[in-house]
């Protein structure tokens, strides 16, 4: 029934209709899309060097209101993808989507941002979550960023890592 009625609003008003619906649609999506605390510093390719060679972080931006992330590997001409992620703007605020555990279940979790960043740092926590329980990106400057990891369990170790920008 509604269906019907919009198609006869068309009908009747035609293109003054579909620019209203258009306008309306643009101005909730521009203040949907206000976030000013999307850390534009964390796209490109980011290279991280351990033990076991080097793998790498990415991120690009899909959207006004959503990276997407991924961390991978090289080995010959195979890449090994180890995980996805996204930063999406929620109320505002960036919320981080990674994988997760939660008594010892690979969970899909979103980690909201806390007062505790600024324009350098983002710290990301979920309390519901064992590992990573609360992670930062911290911007030492713009081709450098290290990166740390908490779990919910205080007997487990931190893991820390340095980024460095390999590409925009």
């Known amino acids: 029934m509604k269906t019907i009625r919009i198609f006869a609003l068309i009908k009747t008003y035609g293109m003054r209709f579909k620019v209203l619906i258009l306008a ?3 101005f909730s999506t ?3 899309a206000q ?6 510093w964390l796209l490109g390719t980011w290279a991280i060097e351990n033990q076991a060679g080097v793998s790498f972080e990415q991120w690009t931006n899909i959207g006004d209101t959503i990276y997407s992330g991924r961390t991978f590997g090289l080995y010959g001409k195979d890449t090994l ?3 996805e992620m996204a930063i999406k703007c929620i109320d505002g605020k960036p919320v981080y989507f990674m994988y997760g555990s939660m008594k010892n279940n690979r969970v899909f ?4 941002l806390t007062e505790q960043s ?6 990301f926590s979920n309390e519901g979550v064992d590992f990573p329980h609360e992670f930062c ?3 030492a400057d713009k081709n450098t960023v290290y990166v740390w990891f908490h779990s919910a369990n205080p007997d487990e170790a931190c893991t820390d890592f340095k980024m460095t920008r390999t590409s925009y």
Do not use: H, S, V
């Open 24 to 26: 309306f649609l643009c």
């Open 30 to 32: 521009g203040i949907y």
């Open 35 to 40: 976030c000013n605390k999307m850390p534009k």
């Open 81 to 83: 993808l180890f995980d």
């Open 109 to 112: 979790a979103g980690f909201k």
């Open 118 to 123: 600024d324009a350098n740092t983002l710290f």
């Open 137 to 139: 990106y911290n911007r």
